[in-house]
């Protein structure tokens, strides 16, 4: 089983900055392309961030620049580094993790940043 777990969610002012975590549980991690996704009510999913097993990293157009994705291994966890935020990135933002035969998502941890 994989249980995905993401935290650092908070309210803060345009131009500031958050760090989300998404714990992985499972041994599986290290071969798990994990990314971020994001979505405000009203409209549809939006890919983020993601990094692969090797520290590769891809990046939506529209955090480039400010957002940064990184993982520790050891601790199982992925971290979306959130600087520079602005009011459009207000959204849930879902981990997912992705194996060759199955993806997993994470609850979701709540971004609002006001203006």
């Known amino acids: 089983q994989v249980q995905l777990v993401e935290s650092g969610g908070d309210s803060v002012q345009a131009g500031g900055s958050l760090r989300l975590s998404c714990a992985v549980s499972t041994y599986g991690y290290s071969d798990a392309y994990i990314s971020w996704y994001r979505q405000d009510p009203g409209k549809e999913r939006e890919f983020v961030s993601g990094?692969?097993?090797?520290?590769?990293?891809t990046y939506a157009d529209s955090v480039k620049g400010r957002f940064t994705i990184s993982r520790d291994n050891a601790k199982k966890t992925v971290y979306l580094q959130m600087n520079s935020l602005k009011p459009e990135d207000t959204a849930k933002y879902h981990c997912?993790?992705?194996?060759?035969?199955?993806?997993?998502w994470g609850q979701g941890t709540q971004v609002t940043v006001s203006s």
């Open positions: 997912k993790a992705s194996y060759r035969l199955e993806t997993y």
């Open positions: 990094i692969d097993r090797s520290g590769r990293t």
